[in-house]
């Protein structure tokens, strides 16, 4: 009976410490968690609501301040902000540019970063050095120079085109284009993808790799079946971090891109500014965060499913 007494104090002693564990597990994680609710969650919420209609309180100044303001019509609000945005054809336009951009940019993106990471894993030698080492250079090159610099290159007194004409060929002037948003994503994509998925295929033990080359696969089956598979979640976090980070980009598409249709990125900004419709701009904004938010359901799945693989879960 003792015995059951004393057994029974340890267990319920172990069991007080571990909810005083939990407990000051989570007073140390409630600044952070604070912090992100008072800087990012309210004004988020403020927003929200005057996208809604919620004219009042917060959103008082600019909504005296804002043009084609709708106040609510009923006590949930009002969906007349998000009626004008969707039946503005220069909206359409600017969203499936934007979808389109981000969907390239992304594939190019992680396509090269594999290459390279494959080639650097499998191959090795001076050639996968040199371009592991080129590829991070625009990691210390601003956006802004970057941006500036291949709108110089690529425009219609650019270097391109003056370099073939020379040769008696009419170079392309992509400046102004789509498609010189796409060089330039990648352009400032790539290094953070390079070193994320590198990192994942170095990861992969060599002993595996042996394996199936001893049982007779070949190059692209170790790639296909040992390899990407290993090194899928650092590809998935790569990958959605790219898309959410081209999604949501200015300052590539304001100097590359066309007037219109051009990305959300920078409508949103003219919007709000050059035609002072602050509540369709907060529109426009949300419906960024609502693709954004898919993209980053797959980054969380794939962050799960790593933790059950590795029993942390």
Not at 7 to 23: D, F, M, P, Q
Not at 264 to 269: K, P, T
Request: hydrophobic letters at 50%; one cysteine or more.
């Amino acid at each position: 009976m003792r015995s059951l007494l004393r057994r029974t104090g340890k267990e319920g002693s172990l069991a007080n410490n571990g909810s005083g564990s939990s407990l000051f597990g989570f007073a140390l994680s409630l600044p952070p968690l604070l912090l992100v609710l008072g800087f990012v969650g309210i004004p988020i919420l403020i927003g929200f609501t005057f996208s809604l209609g919620f004219t009042k309180g917060p959103n008082r100044v600019i909504a005296i301040i804002g043009q084609q303001i709708h106040p609510k019509t009923h006590w949930w609000g009002t969906f007349a902000a998000y009626s004008d945005v969707f039946h503005d054809s220069r909206f359409v336009g600017d969203l499936v540019l934007t979808l389109a951009v981000t969907a390239i940019s992304t594939v190019l993106v992680i396509v090269i970063a594999l290459a390279i990471a494959l080639h650097q894993r499998l191959v090795g030698g001076r050639t996968a050095s040199v371009l592991a080492t080129l590829s991070i250079v625009p990691l210390f090159v601003p956006v802004v120079i970057s941006a500036w610099a291949i709108h110089t290159f690529y425009g219609g007194d650019g270097f391109m085109r003056s370099f073939f004409a020379n040769i008696g060929i009419n170079f392309p002037t992509l400046t102004s284009t789509s498609t010189a948003i796409v060089i330039g994503s990648v352009w400032t994509s790539l290094p953070f993808s390079i070193l994320m998925i590198s990192s994942g295929v170095q990861a992969v033990p060599d002993a595996l790799i042996e394996s199936a080359k001893d049982c007779g696969a070949s190059t692209l089956k170790v790639i296909s079946t040992v390899v990407v598979p290993l090194a899928q979640t650092p590809i998935i976090i790569a990958g959605s971090f790219t898309a959410i980070g081209i999604m949501g980009s200015f300052t590539i598409p304001l100097f590359l891109g066309p007037n219109q249709p051009t990305m959300l990125g920078v409508e949103i900004s003219n919007f709000f500014g050059s035609y002072n419709r602050p509540q369709q701009s907060l529109v426009m904004a949300f419906i960024v965060f609502l693709a954004a938010s898919g993209i980053a359901v797959l980054y969380i799945w794939s962050n799960v499913k790593s933790a059950k693989e590795n029993g942390r879960i």
